[in-house]
């Protein structure tokens, strides 16, 4: 790509047989590297500073976050057990009232029959 007089050979740069190792060398060629002004720097470096103790200012959580979110928690699963509880409770008393409303209508059957003295 480029020749000893270090010109590039433009054919070449453009065709489709150009290959990574002649990319590289024409941006190196091109190319001229830049260093950051120093004010860049140091205000770079102290908006990154900020920045990290902002961060780790928020990673801080205040401990009564932590009462609160367990209380929260312990309540919820104490209204869960109450629900569970009294579903099961009313399930079974509803149980028990069919069977009892069963025994009673077979009574009064066997009573219309004449069956049950």
Do not use: C
């Amino acid at each position: 790509m480029m020749n000893l007089k270090g010109e590039v050979n433009m054919d070449k740069l453009f065709s489709n047989a150009m290959d990574l190792s002649d990319l590289e060398a024409f941006l190196k060629g091109a190319m001229k590297p830049v260093t950051p002004r120093p004010e860049f720097m140091t205000n770079l470096k102290k908006q990154l500073m900020l920045q990290r103790e902002t961060i780790a200012n928020k990673a801080r959580i205040n401990p009564i976050y932590y009462v609160l979110l367990i209380t929260a928690s312990a309540i919820n699963l104490l209204i869960f057990i109450a629900i569970s509880i009294w579903t099961t409770l009313s399930t079974l008393s509803l149980i028990q009232l069919s069977r009892y409303i069963k025994r009673h209508i077979q009574q009064k059957r066997l009573l219309s029959q004449g069956k049950l003295s």
